[in-house]
């Protein structure tokens, strides 16, 4: 899933950028920053400034609201678990292709087995 992003090599971001980034509008990012608490920009001087994680953290969001239609509670609680390490193990996967490749070498391998 992180393996989509492609960012520079920069330490901060500003939120257009994270905007065109992740594939949201920045009005939804700042909706995020008030709904998730895990979502905490760097402020300065009235400006927005995203770090690699807080970016990554945001296409998780969008990942499980858009693509796994979870909703913004559901979201919440799937990020509390994974931070209290609950022992729940929840992976995200969306390049399908990937994953029936690696079936069809699952199963040929248990064929020859």
Avoid at 23 to 48: A, N
């Amino acid at each position: 899933m992180l393996s989509d992003l492609s960012l520079p090599d920069k330490l901060y971001f500003k939120i257009g950028e994270v905007s065109e980034v992740i594939g949201v509008k920045p009005y939804v990012l700042r909706y995020w920053e008030d709904q998730f608490e895990e979502v905490q920009p760097i402020r300065r001087k009235s400006q927005r400034l995203y770090d690699k994680d807080t970016i990554y953290l945001l296409y998780k969001i969008k990942h499980l609201l858009h693509n796994q239609k979870f909703t913004i509670s559901g979201v919440k609680k799937r990020l509390k678990d994974e931070k209290s390490g609950s022992g729940k193990i929840y992976p995200v996967y969306t390049d399908k292709a990937l994953l029936r490749e690696i079936l069809n070498e699952l199963k040929s391998l248990k064929e020859y087995l």
